[in-house]
């Protein structure tokens, strides 16, 4: 099994700052990547980025530029940085986490087993 708790979610002006914490624990595969996602009221989950242990890095081209994934192995951290942001940001985030690589897109929610709770961000205009 593993854990997976995100953090570093709220409220943001338009044009700010967050950085989004995913925690994880319980059996991690040293094979697995990792991704961000997304989900808007009233829309569909989207991949934002993803990450593969060997770091190699994944991102949904609308977003390339204004987010970065990073992965602090030692801490067990996956990392969101997000920057300018938009009112169209404004959704529920969650990281995700894959046992194994089955040839599928990172950037696909149904390449993961495991995920998070989701923190919410909220971007006022």
């Known amino acids: 099994q593993v854990q997976l708790v995100e953090s570093g979610g709220g409220s943001v002006q338009a044009g700010g700052s967050l950085r989004l914490s995913c925690a994880r624990s319980g059996y991690i595969s040293r094979s697995s990547s990792m991704g961000w996602f997304r989900q808007a009221p009233g829309k569909e989950r989207e991949g934002i980025a993803a990450i593969e242990s060997d770091g190699s890095t994944y991102y949904t081209e609308s977003m390339r530029g204004r987010f970065t994934i990073a992965q602090d192995n030692a801490r067990n951290t996956l990392y969101l940085e997000m920057f300018s942001l938009k009112s169209e940001d404004t959704a529920m985030y969650y990281c995700?986490?894959?046992?194994?690589?089955?040839?599928?897109?990172?950037?696909?929610?149904?390449?993961?087993?495991?995920w998070g709770q989701g923190t919410q961000v909220t971007v006022s205009s």
């Open positions: 995700a986490s894959a046992v194994y690589d089955d040839g599928g897109s990172w950037l696909d929610e149904n390449e993961y087993h495991y």
